[in-house]
C-alpha cells in the first residue's frame, strides 16, 4: 500500500500482517470446511485461463463486450475485465511477481479446488494447511453437525496440535504466541461486547499470554494452564451484550480485528502474478467468504464497505497502473451511498464508513489539492479518473448530506452545487501549493542582498505566475470544467490573490519610487491584464457574465499606487530639500563663494538638489504625467519661494530713511553760508564717517560697507536662481513637445501660451529681487553715502555746497557696484540706487532741516546739479538704463526744481488755492484751527505739503511772514554752529 494512503482501521499491537493473513486462512476454512473443495463430498473445480495459456476468444464473448465474461457477475458489474481477454498491464510492462511466491508450491496443470486456490492466493504453505486440516478434523470427533460459529478456533488449534508436529520448538513458540495474540485481540483489547470491570477471566487470559512471551506454555490437554485457557476463552466468547444464553461465540467479531481479517480475506481476489487483474473465480470466492460474516460480525453494508476499500487501496499500491481497479472502487459508492442513507444503519458500518472515506478523502485531497505536482507529464488521465470519485467520496459522508439537504431548505432552489464547491477548494488548494513553491523557489535562487534582488524576484515571479495561469487554463481546466464551469476563473483569482498579496508586502516596505519598484509595478499590471482576460473569456457563458468571481479580483490599482509612490517621493524630496534650506537659514554669511561664483554657497546647494531631483525623476521609466510634473514642479517651487523669502528678509528700505525734521520757518539774517565755511557739518548719528567735506572732495573713494555688500550678494543669489529656474522651464516646456514630452507626458497637447512651470516662484523671487535692491539702495544711499550727502549737499550756501564731491563718490560706488553685481541684476540694482538718489535729493530740497535755505536765484545752480546726478547714472551704467528710465525716474524731482523757480506770490497763491477747496471739502474746522498740510512724501506740485515745504526753506520774507500768519510757523532760534540734524 502506498505510504501516503492512511490504513483507517487502526492497528492490532503484537500482530503482524502474517498473522493476520493466516488467522484469515484459519477461520475461512474453518467456515467453509463443509463446502466442496474444503473437505466436502465434492471439489469445486476452477479452469481458470490465468493458470494456463490463453484460449482464443470466441465470437460470441465479443458480442458481450470484450474482456466481459458472462460467468462473472461481480465483474460484469464493476467493469472488471475477464483475465483471458486482455494481457494486464503489469505484465506487458515486465513489472510480475514471482510466479511461484516463497511457500507457495508450483501450480499445477490440474484444475484447482476452491481451497486450493484460496491457499495460493493467501500465501499458506502446504504445512499449515495440512495443520488446519488435522485440527479440524479431530475437532469434528464427536461434534458432527457443529457450526463453524460456535468454535473457537484458536483455542481448538492451541489444544489439538502438539510441538511435535513441528520442525523445531522455535517454530511452534511462534504459532502458539500468535494464537494467543489473537485471542488477546478478539477476547480483551477488541472485544464486540465491552468487559465489565474487574473480570478474573480476562485477568488470568492475560496472565498465560504474558507467559508466553518468554517460554513455551505446556498447554497438553490435561494441564492446568490448558484448563486455565479453556475456561477463561470460553467463559469470554460465549458472552452476550445483555446476559441472556447465546448460540454465537465472540471472538474474532470485535473491531478492528474483524475488520483487518475480512480485508485480508478480500484481498485474495487480487491475482497473485499481477496484483492490478481480479480473478475471474471472484464470484465464488466472495460467494465462499460470505461463511465467514457470522464469525467476523460482517453484514452486507460493512461487506460492501470493505470491498470498496479493498479495490481503492489496491488500485494504490499498484502505483495506479490499473483504472478498472478505480472504476470498481467508485461502483461500490453506489451501493455504500444507498447504505448510508438507510434509517437502520448499525453503529460498526457507521464507524468503519467514516473511516475509510476520511483515509479516502485525505488521499484524494492530497493530489488533487496539488494536482500541478501528481498529475503533471502525461498524468492527466488519472486526474481525470481520479476528479468523479472524489466527488462522489465527498458526497456519502452522512456530515455533508445533512449539510445539504439543510440547505436545500434554507433556500430552496439556489444551492451551491456541492462538487463545484469541491472543485473550488481543489483548484484554490493546488494553486496555492504551486504559487509557494515558485516563490520559494525564487527565494532560493536568489539571494535577496538588496530591494533590487527582491524586486527581480517579484519581477521573475510575475511571468512565471503568467505561465502558471496559461498552463492552467490549456492543461488542467479542461479537465476540471467538467465538474466546475468557471475553473480556469478561479485558478485564475486565485493567482491574482496569491500574487497581490507578496505584493503588498513588497510595496509596503518601499519607501522610495526607483526603477525597480515601477517595474514591479508594470509587471503586476501586465500579469493583471492577463488574468483579467482569462476570467473573462472563461464566464462568457455565465448567467451573471462572472460577475461574482470577478468580485474576488481585488484590483492592484498599479496606477494609484504609482501615483501615491510618486507623491511619497516627491514629499520624500521635498522633505529633504527642507532640511537643506533649514541648514542654509542657520550657517550662510552672504560671503561669495569666489570671484567667478559672486552668490552665496546655500544657493548653489539648492540647485544641485533640484538638478538631482529633477535627473532622479526622469531617470525613473515610468510614465510621466504633466500633472505629476506639476506636482513635483510646485513642490520644488516652494523651496524656492522659501529660499527667496529667507533671501529677502533683510529689513525694509524704510529702516534706512532719515526722520524728516520739523518744519520751521528759516532766519533772514542767516550766516550759515559763512559758518559752513569754518564748521564741520555735524556727523552724529552716522557711524562710518569719512571725514570733513574737503577731505572727501580732495580724496573720493567707495563708502559701500560690507553690509551693503552682502545685500548685493543676496541679489546675486536671487539672480542666479531666477536664471536656472528659466533654463530649467525651458527645457520642461520643450520636452512637452519633444520626443521626450510624448513618453513623459501622454497624450496632452502643448499650448503655447500655456503658464511657465515655475511661475509662481520665479514671482516670488522677482519680488524678493525688487525688494533686496531697494534696500540695498537705501543702505548704500542713506547710510554709506549719507555723511556725503544728505549730510553734506548744500548745507548753509547752495554755491559753496554743490554736488560734484558726491557725484565722485557716488560713481565710485557705482563702478564697485558693477563689479560686485552679475549682469543680470546690475540693471535693477542700478535703477534703485538711482530712484534712492533720487528720494535723497528731494529730501535734501524739501526735509533737509533749517541748515538748508534756498534762494529763487539758487534754482539754476541746483537744475545743474541734478543734470549732473542724471548723467552719471546713464554715463555709469553703461547702457544699463535708457535716458527715457532716467528722465521718468526725475520727472518728480525736476517738478520740485521748477517749484523752486516759482515766484514766492506764486507759491503762496498756488497753496491757498489748494487750502480754499480743502475749506470746500469740509475743513473748515481744520483750517480754523491752522491746520498744516500733511506729509505724505509723494512729493508733487500738487500736494501742498509740497510747495510749504518749499516756502519753508526759502529765505524770503513775504514767505517768512506767509507761514507765520496762516500756519503758526515758528522760527528755528538755535544758535548758530550748533548741529542742525541729528537723527
Known amino acids: 500500500m502506498a505510504a501516503d ?7 492490532l499491537p503484537g500482530l503482524e500482517a502474517n498473522d493476520i493473513r493466516e488467522t484469515a ?17 465434492s471439489a469445486l473445480m476452477f479452469h481458470s485461463s490465468m493458470w494456463n495459456q490463453p484460449q482464443p476468444e470466441s465470437t460470441s464473448s465479443r ?48 484444475p484447482l479446488t476452491s481451497a486450493e486456490l484460496m491457499r495460493q492466493q493467501m500465501r499458506v504453505t502446504e504445512q499449515s494447511d495440512n495443520w488446519l486440516r488435522k485440527t479440524l478434523t479431530r475437532t469434528h470427533v464427536g461434534h458432527i453437525g457443529k457450526r463453524a460459529e460456535t468454535i473457537i478456533l484458536p483455542l481448538e488449534l492451541l489444544r489439538h496440535l502438539k510441538p511435535s508436529e513441528f520442525n523445531d520448538s522455535r517454530e511452534y513458540h511462534a504459532w502458539q504466541k500468535r494464537q494467543l495474540k489473537i485471542l488477546e485481540a478478539g477476547l480483551i483489547l477488541h472485544p464486540s461486547i465491552p468487559l465489565e470491570t474487574p473480570n478474573t477471566f480476562a485477568v488470568r487470559l492475560k ?45 474474532a467479531d470485535g473491531f478492528p480485528l474483524n475488520i483487518h481479517l475480512y480485508v485480508t480475506l478480500l484481498q485474495s481476489i487480487f491475482d497473485i502474478r499481477d496484483e492490478t487483474l481480479v480473478l475471474d473465480e471472484v464470484d465464488e470466492l466472495l460467494e465462499l467468504m460470505k461463511k465467514t460474516w457470522l464469525i467476523l460480525g460482517i453484514n452486507r453494508p460493512i461487506h460492501n464497505l470493505c470491498l470498496t476499500w479493498v479495490f481503492f487501496q489496491q488500485y494504490v499500491s499498484t502505483m495506479q497502473l490499473e483504472p478498472e481497479l478505480l472504476f470498481a472502487s467508485h461502483a461500490m459508492l453506489a451501493e455504500l451511498a444507498n447504505d448510508a442513507k438507510k434509517q437502520d444503519r448499525d453503529a460498526l458500518f457507521i464507524q468503519v464508513l467514516s ?19 501528481y498529475f503533471e507529464d502525461g498524468r492527466m488521465n488519472l486526474m481525470e479518473n481520479l476528479l468523479p470519485f472524489a466527488v462522489t467520496v465527498s458526497s456519502i459522508g452522512g456530515d455533508d448530506v445533512m449539510l445539504s439537504r439543510l440547505t436545500e431548505q434554507a433556500i430552496g432552489d439556489a444551492v451551491t452545487d456541492p462538487t463545484v464547491d469541491l472543485m473550488d477548494g481543489y483548484i484554490r488548494s493546488s494553486v496555492k501549493n504551486a504559487f509557494s513553491k515558485m516563490a520559494e523557489r525564487g527565494c532560493q535562487e536568489c539571494e535577496m542582498n538588496t530591494r533590487q534582488d527582491e524586486s527581480e524576484r517579484l519581477i521573475r515571479l510575475a511571468k512565471e505566475t503568467k505561465d502558471l495561469a496559461l498552463k492552467e487554463r490549456g492543461t488542467f481546466s479542461p479537465v476540471l470544467r467538467k465538474c466546475h464551469p468557471v475553473a ?16 503588498k508586502q513588497h510595496l509596503t516596505s518601499a519607501s522610495v519610487l526607483d526603477n525597480e519598484i515601477v517595474t514591479v509595478l508594470e509587471s503586476a499590471g501586465k500579469l493583471e491584464k492577463v488574468l483579467a482576460q482569462l476570467v473573462v473569456e472563461d464566464t462568457v457563458e455565465c448567467e451573471d457574465g462572472g460577475k461574482m468571481i470577478v468580485r474576488e479580483m481585488i484590483p492592484y490599482e498599479v496606477e494609484s499606487t504609482m501615483s ?13 530639500g527642507k532640511d537643506c534650506l533649514q541648514g542654509a537659514t542657520e550657517s550662510e554669511k552672504w560671503n561669495p563663494k569666489s570671484k567667478a561664483k559672486p552668490y552665496a554657497e546655500s544657493a548653489e546647494d539648492l540647485i544641485k538638489f533640484t538638478k538631482e531631483t529633477m535627473d532622479d525623476f526622469f531617470a525613473i521609466r515610468m510614465e510621466i504625467t504633466e500633472d505629476l510634473v506639476h506636482d513635483l514642479v510646485n513642490s520644488l517651487g516652494s523651496l524656492f519661494q522659501d529660499y527667496a523669502a529667507f533671501v529677502a528678509s533683510c529689513g525694509s528700505k524704510q529702516n534706512f530713511i532719515p526722520v524728516l525734521p520739523p518744519l520751521t520757518r528759516c532766519r533772514r539774517d542767516s550766516k550759515f553760508a559763512k559758518l559752513c565755511r569754518k564748521v564741520t557739518p555735524c556727523k552724529v548719528g552716522i557711524e562710518d564717517s569719512r571725514g570733513c567735506r574737503t577731505s572727501e572732495a580732495d580724496h573720493p573713494h567707495p563708502s559701500m560697507s560690507r553690509g551693503t555688500q552682502h545685500l548685493y550678494i543676496r541679489l546675486n543669489t536671487l539672480h542666479y536662481l531666477l536664471a536656472y529656474l528659466h533654463s530649467l522651464d525651458e527645457m520642461l516646456s520643450l520636452s512637452r513637445i519633444g520626443s521626450l514630452g510624448q513618453k513623459h507626458f501622454g497624450d496632452k497637447k502643448y499650448h503655447n501660451d500655456c503658464a511657465s512651470y515655475f511661475q509662481n516662484a520665479c514671482s516670488a523671487i522677482r519680488e524678493a529681487c525688487q525688494h533686496v535692491s531697494e534696500v540695498a539702495a537705501h543702505c548704500l544711499i542713506f547710510v554709506d553715502s549719507n555723511h556725503i550727502f544728505y549730510n553734506s549737499l548744500y548745507i548753509g550756501e547752495v554755491a559753496s555746497a554743490r554736488i560734484r564731491p558726491t557725484l565722485r563718490t557716488l560713481k565710485q560706488n557705482l563702478s564697485l557696484l558693477c563689479m560686485i553685481l552679475i549682469d543680470q541684476a546690475q540693471p535693477l540694482a542700478m535703477r534703485e540706487v538711482m530712484k534712492a538718489s533720487f528720494d535723497a535729493y528731494l529730501m535734501v530740497l524739501l526735509a533737509g532741516g533749517n541748515s538748508r535755505i534756498f534762494y529763487r536765484s539758487d534754482h539754476r545752480m541746483i537744475e545743474e ?7 552719471s547714472f546713464c554715463v555709469s551704467g553703461e547702457g544699463l538704463m535708457s535716458e527715457d528710465v532716467v528722465e521718468k525716474e526725475a520727472e518728480t524731482v525736476e517738478m520740485v526744481i521748477a517749484l523752486m523757480s516759482q515766484p514766492t506770490d506764486k507759491l503762496i497763491q498756488d497753496i491757498s488755492v489748494m487750502m480754499r477747496k480743502m475749506d470746500e471739502n469740509g475743513a473748515e474746522d481744520m483750517r480754523k484751527k491752522q491746520f498744516v498740510p500733511p506729509t505724505t512724501e509723494q512729493w508733487s506740485r500738487s500736494d501742498p505739503n509740497t510747495i510749504l515745504r518749499v516756502l519753508c526753506h526759502r529765505n524770503d520774507q513775504v514767505a517768512n511772514r506767509f507761514l507765520k500768519r496762516t500756519f503758526q510757523i515758528e522760527r528755528d532760534d538755535r544758535k548758530e554752529g550748533l548741529p542742525i540734524l541729528c537723527y
Not at 476454512?29 to 463430498?41: K, L, N, Q, V
Not at 508466553?212 to 479453556?230: A, C, F, H, P, V
Not at 480556469?488 to 505584493?503: F, K, N, P, R
Request: hydrophobic share 35%.
Open 25 to 41: 486462512y484459519e477461520m475461512f476454512f474453518m467456515s467453509c470446511r463443509s463446502s466442496p473443495g474444503f473437505g466436502g463430498r
Open 5 to 11: 494512503l492512511e490504513w483507517p482501521f487502526g492497528e
Open 564 to 576: 501615491r509612490l510618486q507623491k511619497q517621493w516627491i514629499e520624500g524630496r521635498l522633505k529633504k
Open 63 to 110: 458480442t458481450k463486450g470484450v474482456g466481459m465474461a458472462p460467468s462473472s457477475r461481480i465483474k460484469r458489474t464493476l467493469g472488471l475485465k475477464m483475465l483471458n481477454r486482455t494481457p494486464s498491464k503489469k505484465m506487458a510492462s515486465g513489472a510480475v511477481s514471482s510466479p511461484c511466491p516463497q511457500g507457495v508450491a508450483a501450480r499445477p496443470k490440474r
Open 488 to 503: 480556469t476563473s478561479v485558478a485564475a483569482v486565485t493567482l491574482h490573490s496569491c500574487y497581490g498579496l507578496i505584493l
Open 207 to 251: 496472565e498465560i499470554i504474558q507467559a508466553s512471551e518468554t517460554k513455551i506454555l505446556d498447554i497438553g490437554e490435561n494441564s492446568d494452564t490448558m484448563r486455565s485457557l479453556s475456561n477463561s476463552v470460553v467463559s469470554l466468547s460465549w458472552r452476550s451484550a445483555n446476559g441472556t444464553p447465546t448460540d454465537v461465540c465472540h471472538w
Open 355 to 373: 473511516l475509510v472515506l476520511t483515509s479516502i478523502r485525505g488521499w484524494s485531497e492530497k493530489r488533487l489539492g496539488n494536482y500541478h505536482d
Open 865 to 871: 546739479d541734478f543734470e549732473c546726478l542724471k548723467r
